[in-house]
């Protein structure tokens, strides 16, 4: 290679340093010429094969992203992400006609980091994705029917009309999650982490929010006969005009909840907390009570997290009182008086 550089040198500057000349000069640079082309040729294919076994590894991982083993799945997932623009040609490589990114099944439990991630429209039926973290992830849309979901970070993510029928979301942070018009039919949300999340007309037919905790959650107009909210925590909740026919509220915490309008029909209602409660124009028929259920205009004495309260419900108790606006002793708590008051003040 010396020589070579040598000899080119030399017929760069019109002279060598051999002293050849005329014909053996023009021989030795035809062969540099011939020599360099062959290195460059040599370059241009190496880097050709390097490209080509990049892309089949790419799409080796991306293929192992979708294994039935869990630990192949997370490493090959782990592998894609450290690689910029990788992730989003593996949506490309998992997209259908329909632009859908097809990523059922997948088995991605175990502390998977996707915050933030964007899956809108993405199928993720009975993918698992127990302990993951999609913190603020976009899955508007998305497909998760009968998808694992426990244990899993959702805190602020945005599941907007959202298919989770069947789903498994026990224990899940679904803090200031946006769960508007979504599908939680028959879904396990026991325990689950609802504060201040939105599931406003959500679907919850027969879904499980057995010690859930839905502080300040909106379920306005929200969907959730035959619900399990045995010991749910929903103090300043907003159920007004929601569907609770059959639903069990049995040891529920309903302190501040509005109720207006909500459909309470044959609901269990014994042993819950209805401490200030709104429930003007509240559906009662049938509902059950029993003599440990606090009645909204109860007084509260006592330590903060060991409250003593002075009326319950008895058969004698007549509930009109607090569902009927006509009703000659109506009561409604002074939080709903002061709402009303403002909404007036702020249309004059």
Known sequence: MILILVLIGSWIFGQNAFGFEGDFLGY??????ELLSVVGTVIVVDQLNRRRTREERKHELFDQAKSRSNDMAVDALEKIQRNDGWWNEMLVYYGDKKEQVDLSGVQWAGGVDLEKIDLQQADLRGANLQEANLGQANLQQARLFASNLQQTNLEGANLQDAKLR?????????????LQEADLWRANLQETE???????????????????????????AARLPVANLQEAKLLGANLQEADLTRANLQEGDLTRANLQQADLRSANLQEANLFRANLQKAKLRE?????TTVLPDANKTG????????????PDTDMTRYTDPEHPDFWQPDWMKEQENSEEESAQ
């Open 287 to 291: 509902a059950k009570f029993s003599e």
């Open 194 to 220: 609802l504060t201040v999340a939105n599931l406003q007309e959500a679907k919850l037919l027969g879904a499980n929010l057995q010690g859930a905790d839905l502080f300040g959650v909106n379920l306005h």
């Open 28 to 33: 030795i640079t035809n062969v540099a010429t």
């Open 303 to 314: 330590r903060p997290f060991k409250p003593v309260y002075d009326k319950f419900w008895t």
């Open 166 to 178: 069947e789903a498994n979301l026990q224990e899940a942070e679904l803090r200031r999650a946006n």
